[in-house]
């Protein structure tokens, strides 16, 4: 079933963290640039287009999973260390991971042509990321990919801009690995809906 085809309630509903995923050779760079090119749609504050994408896959999906294990090694306690070796794993087993990053340049350049608004550009940013996000994690889901969100930054930002030669001006904000569900996820609980929507 395709993004174009699949319920727009249904993708909302079914969207959920899945953090074990496996390989599955359907799952392409193609099909996830398609995905992509319908996320990008997601909108942004003066239009200012801030977010930037890197998708890693096969070796090199894996290679990120490494700097993420070797970078928690030196700091998670080694008694706690094999529990988030298996989580992380859960993530590598997959087919690839999007890393979203916000353009410090583009904001910048927001901030000096629109001065009266320049303490908010840096918020308006981080919504702007949040939503393309969940428009990649809907679009994933829409696809029958398995997705979670996943926040290992600052502490792997060097050596990622490093690796992959990533400008300097690329701030990294999030980590979404994917692949083939490997997981039930667990049951949802929501707050009471009078308790979070009033109507007036």
């Given at each position: ?16 963290s ?38 890693v ?83 994933l ?27 300097a ?6 980590q ?17 809906f ?7």
């Open positions: 079933m395709s993004v174009t085809t699949t319920n727009l309630k249904e993708a909302i509903i079914n969207r959920r899945i953090r074990k995923v496996k390989k599955n050779e359907n799952i392409t760079k193609e099909r996830i640039s398609e995905l992509l090119k319908t996320a990008l749609y997601a909108p942004t504050s003066f239009n200012m287009q801030s977010g930037r994408i890197v998708v896959m096969e070796n090199e999906h894996d290679k990120f999973w490494d700097i993420v294990k070797e970078t928690l090694r030196s700091r998670v306690p080694a008694e706690n260390f094999e529990a988030t070796a298996e989580r992380l794993q859960g993530f590598r087993d997959g087919v690839g991971t999007v890393l979203f990053f916000e353009n410090q340049k583009t904001i910048q350049t927001m901030q000096e042509n629109a001065p009266s608004y320049k303490e908010q550009f840096p918020f308006w940013s981080h919504q702007g990321s949040a939503m393309l996000q969940y428009a990649t994690w809907m679009s889901t829409a696809e029958g990919i398995g997705a979670s969100l996943q926040h290992y930054n600052p502490i792997i930002d060097e050596e990622v801009k490093q690796t992959w030669d990533i400008p001006e690329w701030s990294l904000v999030a979404m690995p994917f692949g083939e569900p490997n997981e039930q996820p667990g049951e949802r609980t929501f707050l009471p009078e308790d979070v929507v009033k109507f007036y």
